[in-house]
């Protein structure tokens, strides 16, 4: 059996936001049936961009623009540790070789 998420419109969530504001979190989470979590997110996006924040998938050019600057972070750090790694075998290969010279 699956669950199925129930869809806000705009309009609704917006009723939510202006229930919260008169009557608090925790008795618009009950009378909606909606998690708080989700009513704290969808205040902040109202606060940031507004009632289009609000439309589902919405997101900021500048949410967009830390998505991308994360994913290439996470990318340079791969290669940052791929070279650390070829370097660490590197020195070890060369300190086996220094050592085999030596006792020769």
Do not use: C
Request: aromatic letters at 4%; glycine letters at 4%; hydrophobic letters at 30%.
């Amino acid at each position: 059996m699956t669950r199925h998420r129930k869809t806000w419109t705009p309009q609704e969530k917006l009723e939510v936001l202006n229930f919260r504001k008169e009557h608090g979190l925790t008795k618009a989470s009950r009378e909606f049936s909606v998690s708080t979590v989700s009513i704290l997110a969808w205040e902040k996006k109202y606060e940031e961009m507004g009632p289009g924040g609000l439309e589902a998938g919405s997101k900021s050019s500048i949410e967009k623009e830390l998505q991308k600057v994360l994913r290439e972070n996470r990318e340079l750090k791969a290669m940052v540790a791929e070279k650390d790694l070829e370097l660490r075998i590197k020195d070890s290969m060369l300190k086996k070789s220094q050592q085999r010279n030596l006792k020769s």
